[in-house]
């Protein structure tokens, strides 16, 4: 799973060059969601994404079941950086609406508590601060 900003730029070029490292990674699936640098996956949108990385699950405010596993994601963060990629009101409006009450695994790219902290969850996982990362268990 990756929680941290994957495409640099606006090329689909580089989103294939993504999908081919994935399929390089050992694992039995992958699940990949952006962040705020990713300006280019919010303007196409997540069903468009999903096309350009099929060999992982895209999570933009939705969940997928593996293996019994609940996992929902958000490309959700806060930042003071002018890269603001899924960080406007409307998109923190659409993430309130459309979170769950509960999942078994959460992954986001911020560490967003005003959304975290409403969702029911054993595993919090989450990328954005560039020197650091997450994992919490409730």
């Known amino acids: 799973m990756t929680s941290r900003h994957f495409s640099l730029k606006n090329c689909i070029q580089k989103m294939c060059s993504f999908n081919n490292w994935l399929?390089?990674?050992?694992?039995?699936q992958r699940i990949v969601?952006?962040?705020?640098?990713?300006?280019?996956?919010e303007r196409i949108g997540a069903d468009r994404v999903q096309e350009?990385?099929?060999?992982?699950?895209y999570l933009e405010n939705s969940s997928y079941q593996y293996e019994?596993?609940?996992?929902?994601?958000?490309?959700l963060s806060n930042g003071r950086s002018p890269n603001r990629a899924f960080q406007s009101p409307d998109f923190l409006k659409k993430t309130q609406e459309q979170k769950p009450k509960e999942v078994d695994i959460l992954i986001t790219h911020g560490l967003c508590e005003e959304i975290t902290s409403t969702i029911d969850h054993k595993l919090h996982i989450w990328g954005h601060s560039h020197n650091s990362y997450g994992i919490r268990y409730p």
């Open 33 to 41: 969601l952006g962040g705020n640098h990713d300006h280019f996956l």
């Open 52 to 57: 350009l990385l099929p060999s992982a699950v």
């Open 23 to 28: 399929l390089s990674c050992s694992a039995k």
């Open 68 to 75: 019994g596993v609940s996992i929902w994601g958000t490309p």
